[in-house]
């Protein structure tokens, strides 16, 4: 059951990625997944349920992804850095969620405000655990995690996912996200005095 329900979430991805939400059916979901509709309608309520079930396990694709790629940093330092250097390239080779989040006109935003909120939380408590951990190890100066996971958030959220900010003349993404993270980097880590 799980393998077919991952068949059909996979299907439409591909077929929200192109065409977008409202002009995504049902219909042509289950008949490009090779299922009855009525199979489609006994593992997911209704178009928008599936659509919220295909956001979540992306988001916790993304987020498996990302820390995977953290496990052999023990620096908080360093860990901060590759956390937004990982992101930002998941979230520039796998643009789906990136496009979902962004994207009004398609009409995903309405479906995800719950959900968006959960997996927004769940990068705050990364970012918090990242800070703590500096802190403790006396290399981030003493501050508020809280208010410093949401202003890292928010800055990874403008130069990723939802690209808030216009591209910079002459940088690529990759050094714009240099920047970022040097910035990021020089305002909470402890000076030696």
Known sequence: MEDKKNHILDVAKVRFDKFGFKKTTVDEIAGDAGVSKRTLYELFEDKE???????????????????GRLEDVRDPVERLKRFMLVARDYFEHEPF???????????????????????????LDIFS???????????????????????????????????????????????????????????????KV
């Open 97 to 123: 969620m990136a496009k979902a989040l962004r994207d009004e006109d398609n009409g995903f935003i309405p479906y995800l405000k719950k959900e968006f909120y959960v997996g927004e939380q769940g990068i």
């Open 49 to 67: 349920s599936l659509f919220v079930a295909l956001f979540i396990r992306e988001a916790l694709t993304a987020r498996r992804v990302v820390l």
């Open 129 to 191: 655990g990242f800070l703590k951990e500096g802190i403790r190890q006396g290399k981030f100066r003493n501050l508020n995690t809280g208010i410093t996971s949401y202003i890292l958030f928010k800055l990874l959220q403008a130069f990723t996912y939802a690209r808030t900010l216009p591209a910079q003349e002459g940088l690529s993404t990759e050094e714009e996200m240099e920047e970022l993270t040097k910035f990021l980097v020089e305002a909470i880590v402890k000076r």
